[in-house]
């Protein structure tokens, strides 16, 4: 997002409201803070986990898109989650998810 071309998705927010989405958006993309660094790394293990729940349905050429999640993780807690939903598999999940 830049200052001088207006978001169609704040277009119609208040002023300060869709300065502090913008601001938001553009913490999330430069991923310089822990925080934004953490909701990257969320959206990335959503991806892989995704991913890995097509490929275990019969999905094929998944793989790069597994590959490109897991590459895109940054944080250590993130990284563990993402090696150990690699070395699972989607069916245990759902057994070890009952409450």
Known sequence: MTDHVPDPQVA???????KTVTEAV???EARETLEAQCAKDADKLECL???LEYR??????VQK????????????????VADAALAG???TWHDQAQF
């Open 12 to 18: 119609h927010l208040p002023d300060a409201a869709a």
């Open 26 to 28: 553009v913490e999330y």
């Open 49 to 51: 986990l995704q991913a």
């Open 56 to 61: 275990a349905a019969g999905y094929q050429h």
């Open 65 to 80: 898109w597994i590959d490109s999640s897991r590459a895109g993780i940054t944080t250590s807690f993130a990284a563990r």
């Open 89 to 91: 598999s989607t069916i």
